[in-house]
Every structure is written in structure tokens, then in C-alpha cells.
């Protein structure tokens, strides 16, 4: 599988990703933004420091000078660009994956992603170094004006003192959650607050029980109000109600979406075609604009500038915003939510039980030898139902639904089913991996 994928670039270090690779990942970037200055931050992840440095390198010998931020959460990086107004940035991070991998994000002016299959192609193009002065580095903390950033999408007044277990996962929510609690009136309950990208206390990915476990039983033992887990770079936020059970993301973007929606009636709110269809439903109930998009949160983002939208997330729990220059943050996510829940006298567990109309299976990943042939089958075994193909198949009946997409990075066939009752949910699940034998 090349390193060079999607959305950005990841791989294993040292065997797929390496201090040669990163130099000239520095170079072609650099050539790609015609910047004077990039800027670059990197997380806690073990090989972050080796592989800055050969970034930086890459950066400075196509003479490009250098903003080196530190240790930072990814969306610090995109506020960089986009709301500070620096020219292009690079994180070095490999999000919520295991602790061997590494990998760069990388943006430029306006908030335009590079894709890692884009600066695939420029790095085979690399021309010999010519002689130039080489760039200069310096060193900025941009994180009180990042804070600062952050917290204006909340009325700090109206914020309860609720008593929060964050599970910083020893990924970057361990320096940044601090220096919230100083501004806010919560009570953190602090688990895994130590930098380390050895990840000791469980994998990076909240989206694995054995992630949610520990805060799902600090929620219970310490009586907390609720629990949030980050990920590693804190790009994405799940939540833990007071019983201690796991909130689907797409629930909480209905959360996040009303009270963007009581801002600014009417507005568009960014799904993607394998949230339920609750989601859409409670939109057009509360008086917004429901806009589908292609999982993927440089999908979501694309969609929320091309149509207008105010807010929009995905099942991975990434949450993107307008006025977060289009880009996502787990921070903006978590204080939304701390005042919306504010604004109910009612437990967590209540607050979204009217959201679980449906019932739904966790996304099924079936390894497939012929994804194409696996996708004519799907569209002639259910012909007789609405199909859309926007991304994958997606199949439409009147008291169920799927959607059949192949992976961008794996051999992987990804399969979603919800269904009005538990008894049609199994029958249809059932149906579909035995068509796929």
C-alpha cells in the first residue's frame, strides 16, 4: 500500500516512511505552495522530531524559510493557514493510527488540502537541487492565540459546572485541555494526560472498545456528568454519557448541528452517506438545510464551502466548521457541546435517546478479491430499491437502507445497514454478506 494516499501521506516508520522521504516531501511541498514560509507542528508520535527535521531540511533548501510551531493539536496547524493567515503548513501526525505509523498533513492558502497522491506526483518530478540561499528557521508558540480562537465559538457564561472525564489518550489533548479548564467552569477528571506516543494506556483510535473502557468506567465511578476520549492529533471527539455508554458521532453532530441552527436558522449542515437517517430528518425538522457528501473529512469540508453549509461531520467524529476557515477540530467540538448541553436539565443519555430511532450496525469491512464485481452484484441483487451512487452504492427502501463503498487505502469492501427494527436490520445484513460469499 503506498504511503501516499487520499487525503495525506502515512505509513510505518522506518520501513514505509523515512527521514529520506521526508526531505523530499519537504522539497516538493515546498516548490508545490510558492510560500515564503511554511509553517510545521508535529505531535507526540515517537519518530516526530526525526522526520521534522528532515521535512524542515526539505523546506529550507528550496529556500523557504520555516515557522517550527512545536508540539501542537492538528487543527492549531489549520488555524494557522486559515485564520492566521500563514501562507501553507504541514503537521507531521498519523492521527489515531498505532503508534508505529507517522505521516504529514499538509495545506495551503484559502484551506486547500494537498492530497498525498498529488505530491506523489511531485516528488517524481523533483528536479536537482539547485544552488540557492537556504531558508531560515524560526520558532513561534501560537497556542494562546489559538486558544483564544477556539473559545470564541462558546459563550463561556452559559456553560454549567459539569464534572468531565476527558481521556486525552496520551495524544495532544493532555497539553491543550489544561489550558481550557483554566478559562472554563468545568471539573476535569484527567486520564492519560502524559505525552507519549507509545500510547501505553490503550490504542489511539477511541472508535475500539478497548479505548472507551477506561473512561466509560471513570464516568460511573467518579459520577461524572459525561466522558469525552480524543485521538491522538485531536482532530476527532467521541462522548460517553453519564451510564457510561458510547454516543454515535453522528448523533452528536445532531447535537452540534442544533445549536448552530438556533444561531443561524436555515443553515446547511454537512452528513455523509453513512450517517442515519435521523440525521437528515432532525435537520429539516429544526428548519435547516440537510447536504450530503462523500465520506471524508476533506469531503465534508468541500461541501460546507461549495453549498453554503455552517457545520458538518461524519461517523468518524470529525467535526468541521465554517468559521473554523471549513477545517475540523475535536477543541471547537467539545466546547460546543459543553454549552448546548448546558442548556437542557436533563442527563446526557436522555438528551439523545430521542436521536436512536433506528437501529444500525457498526461499519462491516468485508476483504474482498473483485470490489467491482462485488458492486454490479449488489446493484442487480437490489435493483427493485432507490440506488444512489454518490459513494458507492447506496441502496434505499422504506424501512431500511445500505451503503456498499470500497476503501481508499485497503482491499476493503465497507458495509453500512440501518434499519427500522432489529428484526429487518439482521434479515437485510444477512442477506447482503451471504451476496457477497
Known sequence: MSIFRSYDIRGTYPDQLNEEIAYKIGRAFARRSKASEITVGNDMRLSGPVLKKALIRGITDEGVNVKDIGLVPVDAVYSSVGIFGDEAAVMITASHNPKEYNGFKMVLKGMNWVRGLELEEDIKKLPGLEKKQKGNVRKEDIIPKYINHVLSFVEINKIKPFKVVVDAGNGMAGKIIPILEKRLPIKVIPLNFELDGNFPAHPSNPLLPESQKQASEAVLEKNADFGVIFDGDTDRVF?????????????????????????????????????????????????????????????????????????????????????????????????????????????????????????????????????????????????????????????????????????????????????????VLNTNKNRILELLK
Not at 460546543?336 to 457498526?362: C, G, H, M, R
Not at 442487480?380 to 476503501?407: C, H, M
Request: with cysteine.
Open 239 to 423: 462522548f460517553i454519557d453519564e451510564k457510561g455508554k458510547f454516543v454515535r458521532a453522528d448523533i452528536t453532530l445532531l447535537l452540534l448541528a442544533r445549536l448552530f441552527l438556533k444561531k443561524e436558522p436555515g443553515s446547511g449542515i454537512v452528513y455523509n452517506v453513512i450517517c442515519s437517517h435521523i440525521v437528515p430528518e432532525m435537520i429539516k425538522k429544526w428548519g435547516g438545510k440537510p447536504i450530503i457528501s462523500k465520506v471524508g473529512f476533506v469531503n465534508i469540508s468541500r461541501n460546507l464551502r461549495e453549498k453554503n453549509g455552517i457545520m458538518g461531520g461524519e461517523l468518524s467524529a470529525h467535526y468541521s466548521f465554517r468559521d473554523n476557515a471549513y477545517a475540523d477540530s475535536g477543541f471547537i467540538a467539545f466546547l460546543i457541546l459543553l454549552q448546548e448541553l448546558s442548556a437542557y436539565d436533563k442527563k446526557l443519555s436522555e438528551i439523545v435517546k430521542p436521536f436512536n430511532k433506528y437501529v444500525k450496525t457498526d461499519e462491516i469491512n468485508l476483504k474482498l478479491d473483485n470490489i467491482p464485481m462485488a458492486l454490479e452484484k449488489i446493484k442487480q441483487e437490489f435493483k427493485d430499491g432507490k440506488i444512489d451512487e454518490l459513494d458507492g452504492i447506496t441502496v434505499n427502501y422504506d424501512n431500511w437502507w445500505f451503503n456498499a463503498r470500497p476503501s481508499n487505502t485497503e482491499p476493503l469492501l465497507r458495509i453500512t445497514v440501518e434499519a427500522d427494527s432489529e428484526t
